[in-house]
């Protein structure tokens, strides 16, 4: 199915424990995100990609991890995750297109608590 | 940087009017708006692009003053289907990424 797909949908996890959440979209698009949602923060963003093997850190990075070996890949990987991890997890994509159009297209989020 | 936010919350009778504002302490190039649904991902509205440009989705309209460093939603005879959570994002410096704000949370009342 074409779109932005990401797993687990719901993941519950102790501290410490090393966590993965994956992102995969069909559209082949070279900007992919990592956001994080927090009542009363809203969307911030931990980690960025332009292309393939491209990553940069966004204003949450501290305790996350990114790779991007494939376009269509952005895993986001919590390395001993905390309790202030506990959060619900957005990927999004866009194709950049013309200048200021970069509009992103949301996954359906990945909630995550840490105990 | 995150852009603020205001209110943060508002309740809307059907057929009212609302206003949602969002500011920045740094020169915008570009405004986003995005609408949040209860348990769902947060779907695009429009792109302004121009200081004073309006854009339009149904009766929801957006200003983007670039001088003021702000963009103004404007919800206008409001629908229940207008409930949810309104995020505007903001790029700086022609990026392609985007920093949002807090979020306003919209209830549309019968």
């Known amino acids: 199915d074409a779109g932005i797909t990401q797993s687990p949908r719901y993941k519950i996890t102790e501290t410490g424990r090393q966590v993965t959440l994956m992102c995969h979209q069909t559209?082949?698009?070279?900007?992919m995100f990592w956001y994080r949602q927090d009542l009363g923060h809203g969307l911030r963003l931990i980690y960025y990609?332009?292309?393939?093997?491209?990553?940069d850190k966004g204003e949450v990075p501290d305790g996350y991890v990114v790779s991007r070996s494939k376009t269509e890949n952005f895993p986001l990987t919590l390395e001993s995750a905390t309790r202030s991890q506990t959060s619900v997890y957005f990927c999004?994509?866009?194709?950049?297109?013309?200048?200021?159009?970069?509009?992103?297209?949301f996954g359906a989020g990945s909630r995550l608590t840490v105990l | 940087q995150q852009p603020v936010q205001s209110p943060q919350a508002v309740i809307l009778r059907e057929g009212e009017d609302a206003v949602i504002n969002c500011s920045s302490s740094?020169?915008?190039?570009?405004v986003h708006w995005y609408r949040q649904k209860h348990g769902e991902a947060p779907v695009f509205l429009m792109i302004?692009?121009?200081?004073?440009e309006q854009k339009g989705h149904e009766k929801i309209s957006a200003s983007f003053n670039e001088k003021k460093q702000q963009s103004s939603l404007y919800l206008t005879a409001s629908q229940l289907s207008y409930s949810g959570t309104y995020f505007c994002?903001?790029?700086?410096?022609?990026?392609?990424?985007?920093?949002f704000g807090a979020g306003t949370t919209v209830t549309v009342r019968a």
């Open positions: 999004a994509s866009s194709g950049g297109g013309l200048t200021g159009a970069n509009v992103l297209t």
């Open positions: 559209w082949s698009h070279s900007y």
């Open positions: 990609s332009a292309a393939a093997d491209i990553t």
């Open positions: 740094k020169a915008l190039y570009s």
């Open positions: 302004l692009l121009k200081g004073g």
């Open positions: 994002g903001t790029d700086f410096v022609n990026d392609y990424k985007l920093s």
